[in-house]
């Protein structure tokens, strides 16, 4: 076990010499792709953690909504469940629920314009979650030809040394080709986590979306039911 761990830490060391051994074109390119592995880096982790917040705290929100007897009620604890975009979805109909109810007649007179608040809310908290995201699209297209980029110009100084030695040698070419498998390394190992994460991400985002919908119908029932009630009481 230790010769294991004793091997991966001269192949790590190889490594490290081979990138300090690079040209100046190689090391430039592997510096872009340590800031776009960086930037989406970043953008995954904090993605990941407000999805599992928002995941977490749309579960607690929905209890908490079914076991209201008023929409007031809700709407005076919803700030606890904060990070869960059904928040907002709530508050846009319901502010447009309230709107309608002052004046003298205090009545519910368009459903419609309830609905369309919440979707307005619903759309708001999508563009919020979505925010930053195309960055991870950006690396992962982008830092493939990156890496191609450092791989032809690797080659390329291949070349430029076979033609500088005058022979074949392994000597002549493994400098420019140690570059080229290098940043093509690096551009692949930069793309995959990005590409995953903007999958995995932009699934969790279209079940917010559709869990949205959902939600609304659930407060337009609400609503209905609520309006239902009053009117009875009124004909009594």
Do not use: C
């Not at 191609?148 to 005058?166: E, Q, R, Y």
Request: aromatic share 10%; glycine share 8%.
């Amino acid at each position: 076990m230790s010769s294991y761990f004793l091997s991966a830490f001269f192949v790590g060391g190889d490594i490290v010499e081979l990138v300090s051994s690079t040209g100046p074109v190689a090391k430039f390119v592997l510096l872009t792709l340590l800031a776009f592995s960086l930037l989406s880096w970043a953008i995954i982790l904090t993605k990941w953690s407000l999805l599992r917040r928002a995941r977490m705290q749309s579960g607690r929100f929905i209890r908490a909504f079914r076991k209201a007897q008023r929409l007031q009620d809700i709407a005076t604890v919803a700030d606890q469940f904060r990070p869960s975009p059904l928040v907002g979805v709530f508050e846009g109909g319901f502010q447009e629920y309230k709107r309608q109810l002052v004046g003298p007649t205090a009545s519910l007179r368009s459903l419609t314009a309830v609905q369309r608040g919440m979707q307005i809310g619903a759309s708001e908290e999508i563009t919020r979650l979505e925010r930053n995201v195309p960055w991870l699209a950006i690396t992962a297209a982008v830092t493939p030809f990156i890496g191609l980029f450092g791989t032809v110009w690797g080659i390329i100084d291949a070349f430029h040394g076979l033609g500088t030695a005058g022979g074949a040698t392994l000597r002549a070419v493994a400098p420019g080709i140690s570059e080229a498998l290098i940043t093509t390394a690096a551009g692949l190992a930069a793309a995959i986590p990005a590409v995953i994460a903007y999958n995995l991400i932009g699934n969790s985002i279209r079940v917010f979306a559709a869990r949205g919908d959902d939600f609304a119908l659930e407060v337009l029932n609400a609503i209905e039911t609520i309006q239902t009630h009053s009117a009875a009481e009124v004909r009594r």
